[in-house]
């Protein structure tokens, strides 16, 4: 079974996500951090919104959400596919893999473009607004009565990492670009990394 995180990995949409986190600065007249220094304070503060309040913004877990929504919303179209993840699925789907995703991304802003993209044929597993991906995983794999170490996470973020090695499965960071800096991703101790998802289906048995 492979499961997939959403935001930054199965769909190229951190320019508009940083978007998304730079209208909540704009609209309180703080200067906002760069995508490197955002992911540095959150993996030193481990906490959303601990991480804006830290860097000027002292708004509610619903007050960020909400302005993060809104503008979200508005880039809906223009989010496609990560670079290979077509071709990678129709490959595991053909090696009969179970594929599934975790994701926090609320389901107004994931079901059009999952729908869009024609993703349901792929994905026997969606779970979003996600909390505690590591026990959703082990959910997982209990009901497809897997062993966690046949079971692969595929995260883009320090936290998809330590997610996947709390379940116990085998974690693969994938690398989105450069948008998250490399050294928060390696100290996370991936079992793999990955450039592209072309390099996922050689990894998948190992």
């Excluded at 320090?158 to 690398?175: F, M, T, W």
């Excluded at 072309?198 to 048995?205: A, F």
Aim: glycine share 6%.
């Amino acid at each position: 079974m492979i499961i997939f995180d959403w935001n930054g990995t199965l769909v190229n949409d951190m320019p508009i996500w940083y978007k998304s986190i730079k209208k909540i600065f704009e609209l309180h007249n703080v200067n906002p951090p760069s995508i490197e220094d955002y992911f540095r304070k959150l993996e030193t503060v481990k906490d959303y919104t601990k991480t804006y309040n830290s860097l000027g913004i002292n708004l509610s877990k619903e007050e960020l959400y909400q302005i993060y929504r809104k503008e979200y919303q508005e880039h809906l179209q223009g989010i496609r596919l990560s670079p290979g993840v077509k071709e990678t699925l129709d490959i595991l789907k053909q090696k009969r893999a179970v594929l599934g995703i975790i994701t926090i991304q609320f389901g107004s802003l994931f079901d059009p473009i999952f729908l869009r993209l024609n993703l349901k044929k792929y994905f026997k597993h969606v779970i979003v607004e996600a909390r505690g991906k590591s026990n959703i995983i082990l959910h997982l794999c209990a009901l497809e009565r897997m062993q966690p170490q046949n079971c692969y996470y595929v995260g883009d973020t320090p936290s998809d990492i330590r997610q996947a090695k709390k379940a116990g499965v085998k974690s693969i960071a994938y690398l989105n670009g450069g948008y998250i800096p490399k050294d928060l991703i390696l100290k996370a101790e991936p079992d793999f990394v990955i450039s592209n998802f072309e390099e996922l289906p050689k990894l998948i048995g190992k």
